[in-house]
Every structure is written in C-alpha cells, then in structure tokens.
C-alpha cells in the first residue's frame, strides 16, 4: 500500500469536514499497516470533528501506546475523554501532557479545568494561579480563577478576574453574563446565545457529568410527584419537553404515561441531536421556548420544564403561553433554584444560573387560572459535598 497518496487524500477530505469519509482512509491504512501511528492520531482527530468521541478514544489510545511520548496525542487523547465526560480519565492524559511538555498551556488549563468539573475548585486554583501568573492573556485561566473564587466566596477576586477575561475577550457572552451576576446585576432573561453556547459545549458530556457526577435526578422526581397526584398512565398522550436536553425527562414521563405525542423544545443543537437520537421524541425543534410557545397552536395535556427555568430569568411569558397551550385539565410541571431574596421574583446568581421566589410562581400561576397540586422541595444535583435542592411546582388548567 502506497500511503502518501492515501494520507494527501484524507486530508482533503479533513479539510472538507468530510470527517467520515477521513476516517474510513485512516481505517484503511491502519487494516493494513497497524503500528502507523500518524493515521491512528488523524484518525483520532477525524473522529473528534465527527462527534465520534469512542472511536476517538479509540484511536488515540492505539497511538499513544504505540509511541508514548507522543505529546499531543496525550493532549488531544485528554480533550476526548474531556468531551466524553470520563473526568478521571481526562485528569490523566493532561498529567501525562504536563509531564511529557510542562509548559504545555493548553494541558494545564484542561488539567485545571477537569479539577473543576469535579467539584475539586481547592486543587484547580493555584494551577490556574501559575498559568495566569505566566500568561496574562490566557482568558480560560481568569475564567477558571473567577470560578475557584465564586466557589470560595472571594467576590472580589472573582469580580477582578472576571474583568480581566472581559478585557482579554469582551466579544464573550459567557463572560458578560457572568460579569452581570457578579455586579449583582439580573437581566430579565440571559443573551440567548450564552446558553446556546453553553449547552452546545456541554451536550457531550451532559449525561456523565450531570447523572453520574452530580447525582441529578430531576426528571425522575419531578415525573413522581406528577405520578402521586396523576396515577392513571393514560393521562397524558400529548406531552411538550420545554429545554428538553438529551431527552431524560421525556424518558422517564414516557416510561410513565406512554402516548402519542413527545414534542422536544430546545435552544441548543447539540442537545436538539442527542434528544433526537433518543427514539422517542415525535419532534424536537430547535427553538426557544418561548419563541416556539408563542407560534404554533398544538395544544398539550402535560407541558414539563426541568432544570430550565434557571436559565430563563423572567417566566412570566412562559406561564402565560403555557396556559394557553394546555387542553382543559392540563398538567405544567417544572423545577427551579428556590430563593426567598429576590426583588423582581427571581435573581441571577454568581453560578450564572437564575433563582425564583415560590411567591412569584404561585403569583404568575394565579394570574394564569393554574391551580397549585404539589409544591415540594427535593433534591436537585449535587453542589461540592452538598446537595442543592430544588424547588418541583405541579400547576393545573
Ligand atoms: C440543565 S439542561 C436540562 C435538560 C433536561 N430538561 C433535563 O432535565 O435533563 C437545560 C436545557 O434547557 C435548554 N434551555 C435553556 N433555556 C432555554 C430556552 N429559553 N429555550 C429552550 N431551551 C432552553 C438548554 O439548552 C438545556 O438543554
């Protein structure tokens, strides 16, 4: 096999964002030769711009054991499982990267960032110390810092640095956001791209990190306490899954109340694929909820929210179009972040995720003829060592 013409021709396609049609080359080549450690890496590569992060660990994983000084497989191989949400696998290849290359940046501030994910902020901070020390213009660092320091309750400090990665980049909506929430200030919704962004970012690793590392089970709850007053499975043929994400609770209400319509709503597309590739979701539409509420005229038997509210500010809208969209005895179920200090009803936390009076929900509900069926306080994810609760609202038409 004359692999030069084989390599040359990958490439174009790599450069084409034929990622597949790259990959079945490299495949090729390694069926041929095994131990080619470039196409095993470019392979790892393609697989990454395809979403295929197995195969790209995969394929990571053959290259570096067959040179393991290869620096940025390492690095590559760390972002991979990054992506994958397999966080203590991450840890490791960053390390190796750090310990192959210690002035490998881009490692370190992953290395760091990983630490973060996993609750571990007091590791994290002075790695993202050292790399902001060498490296002023390193905007990941002052965000990670700034993130270290909302976790150890230094405002200040995370207010400074938050204002060093708005200079470094003030194009970041991310940043904007957060640097609102420090000031203290509550836009009445978030710029939608911000959670646009965020979602597309965090789909990948959205179930291992979220379920399996911060313990969240909001979906199943919030489907009991609907189950407790609801018992008949008949109830709910046409169910609407506003900020559906991946589809866990469209999962759970299905697995309840199995029906006709599943209708998905969400603002990200990463999150709109994985729900779709679920299987059980007669739609799902990328759209705002609100946006989408206000323009069709389906109407709904059961309307859930999960984990969504806590990026949407002011509801107040949402309620009214809900109301609206539900069949006579209609069921709106949601969760938020509770809190009892909010002047407009609901406030913007330094997490970046917003907060809502239960006065305000009941307030809103009222004006929107939805009579109150359960109210309760449970669990919602895990924060550090500690569990956040939340807040689980079950409205009637
Ligand atoms: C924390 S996730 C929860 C996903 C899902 N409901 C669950 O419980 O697993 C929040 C989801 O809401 C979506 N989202 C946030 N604000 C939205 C909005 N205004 N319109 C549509 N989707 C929104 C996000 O893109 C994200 O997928």
Not at 92 to 109: N, S
Not at 122 to 151: C, K, T, Y
């Amino acid at each position: 096999m004359v692999l030069p013409p084989l390599y040359a021709a990958a490439e174009e396609l790599y450069k084409a964002a034929a990622w597949r049609e790259a990959i079945g080359i490299y495949q090729q080549i390694v069926a041929a030769a095994p131990r080619e450690i470039r196409a095993w890496a470019l392979m790892g590569l393609s697989a990454t711009q395809a979403g295929d992060l197995d195969l790209a660990i995969h394929a990571f994983q053959r290259a570096v054991g067959l040179e393991p000084t290869a620096v940025n497989v390492h690095f590559r191989l760390g972002i991979a499982l990054y992506q994958r949400g397999l966080m203590l696998e991450a840890e490791a290849a960053f390390r190796r990267t750090t310990e192959l290359d210690p002035g490998h940046r881009d490692a370190q501030q992953n290395l760091a960032a990983v630490l973060i994910d996993q609750g571990r902020h007091a590791e994290a901070g002075p790695l993202f110390d050292a790399i902001v020390a060498q490296h002023h213009d390193s905007e990941m660092a002052w965000l990670g810092l700034a993130n270290v320091h909302r976790v150890l309750s230094n405002a200040p400090a995370m207010l400074d640095c938050l204002m060093r990665a708005a200079v470094l980049n003030p194009a970041n909506v991310a940043t904007q956001h957060l640097l609102a929430a420090a000031r203290g200030q509550t836009p009445q919704h978030p710029d939608w791209q911000y959670v646009e962004d965020f979602f597309d970012g965090y789909a990948s690793r959205f179930e291992a990190h979220l379920v399996d590392h911060l313990a969240y089970s909001a979906p199943d709850i919030l489907t009991q306490i609907v189950k407790e007053h609801y018992p008949n499975p008949t109830q709910f043929p046409r169910v609407l899954d506003l900020g559906c994400g991946t589809g866990l609770w469209g999962a759970a209400v299905r697995a309840v109340y199995p029906g006709d319509v599943l209708v998905g709503v969400d603002l990200s597309q990463k999150m709109v694929n994985a729900a779709q590739a679920r299987g059980l979701y007669s739609t799902v539409a990328k759209a705002e909820a609100e946006e989408y509420l206000r323009k069709g005229h389906q109407t709904f038997d059961l309307i859930g929210a999960t984990d969504v509210f806590i990026y949407v500010g002011d509801v107040a809208a949402i309620f009214e179009l809900v109301a609206m969209r539900l069949a006579p005895g209609g069921v709106f179920a949601f969760t938020v972040e509770p809190t009892t200090d909010a002047d407009k009803g609901y406030v913007l936390r330094t997490t970046g995720r917003y907060a809502h009076t239960p006065q305000y929900l009941t307030r809103l509900a009222a004006r929107n003829t939805l009579r109150v069926v359960a109210q309760k306080t449970a669990p919602l994810r895990k924060s550090g060592a500690s569990a956040e609760d939340g807040l689980y609202i079950v409205l009637a038409k």
